[in-house]
T-cell receptor
Framework: NAGVTQTPKFQVLKTGQSMTLQCAQD?????MSWYRQDPGMGLRLIHY???????DQGEVPNGYNVSRSTTEDFPLRLLSAAPSQTSVYFC??????????????FGPGTRLTVL | TQLLEQSPQFLSIQEGENLTVYCNSS?????LQWYRQEPGEGPVLLVT?????EVKKLKRLTFQFGDARKDSSLHITAAQTGDTGLYLC?????????????FGKGTKLSVKP
């Protein structure tokens, strides 16, 4: 199992450009999430999905779109990049067994810089 | 908005010392998780505590969930350089999914030889 994979590892964008951050998992997990991590801010939830075809907003959804057409993939789209979106982005997945001990697995992250 | 406050924010100690990291909230959580994150990598789950007053041990790491399920602590005995990293606590609301974890801001631990 590769676990949770994210591409690219690093990305530099200019303000106004759009791009998609890829996330895939091979563990057949139902739940997938996107977080951003900023210095001194911890991890903040952007969007999440409880299964294919179902997505919902997290704490900081503005400027981002997601879709979940398959169980394996959960891409994050930046519609018009802004310097405030400079951050490290983490994708995570969990089996979604509905229990409090459901384990969340994180990908290695994408470091995004918006100039 | 629910918040998880972690303290201290930074901690620098010598190898062999003991330390405690705290995670506090005014809200009640159904469970609380502790993660460790190394530079350039994603967080890795260390433990989940579910029952109020629960104590779990992972080698030299001891995790405790407060009786009221509002706070937790992580105690490391005889720290080693390999313990260096960012420690994050995360709380899960009652009835919430893993998509609704609330993370603290983290404690950055540096253990010097």
């Amino acid at each position: 199992n590769a676990g949770v994979t994210q591409t690219p590892k690093f990305q530099v964008l200019k303000t106004g450009q759009s791009m998609t951050l890829q996330c895939a998992q091979d563990m057949n997990h139902e739940y997938m999430s996107w977080y951003r991590q900023d210095p001194g801010m911890g991890l903040r939830l952007i969007h999440y999905s409880v299964g294919a075809g179902i997505t919902d907003q997290g704490e900081v959804p503005n400027g981002y779109n997601v879709s979940r057409s398959t169980t394996e993939d959960f891409p994050l789209r930046l519609l018009s990049a802004a310097p405030s979106q400079t951050s490290v982005y983490f994708c995570a997945s969990s089996p979604g067994d509905g229990t409090s001990t459901d384990t969340q697995y994180f990908g290695p992250g994408t470091r995004l810089t918006v100039l | 908005t629910q918040l998880l406050e972690q303290s201290p924010q930074f901690l620098s100690i010598q190898e062999g010392e003991n330390l405690t990291v705290y995670c506090n909230s005014s809200s009640v959580f159904s469970s609380l998780q502790w993660y460790r994150q190394e530079p350039g990598e994603g967080p890795v789950l260390l433990v989940t505590v579910v029952t109020g007053g629960e104590v779990k041990k992972l080698k030299r790491l001891t995790f405790q969930f407060g009786d009221a399920r509002k706070d937790s602590s992580l105690h490391i005995t005889a720290a080693q350089t390999g313990d260096t990293g960012l420690y994050l606590c995360a709380g899960l609301n009652y009835g919430g999914s893993q998509g609704n974890l609330i993370f603290g801001k983290g404690t950055k631990l540096s253990v010097k030889p």
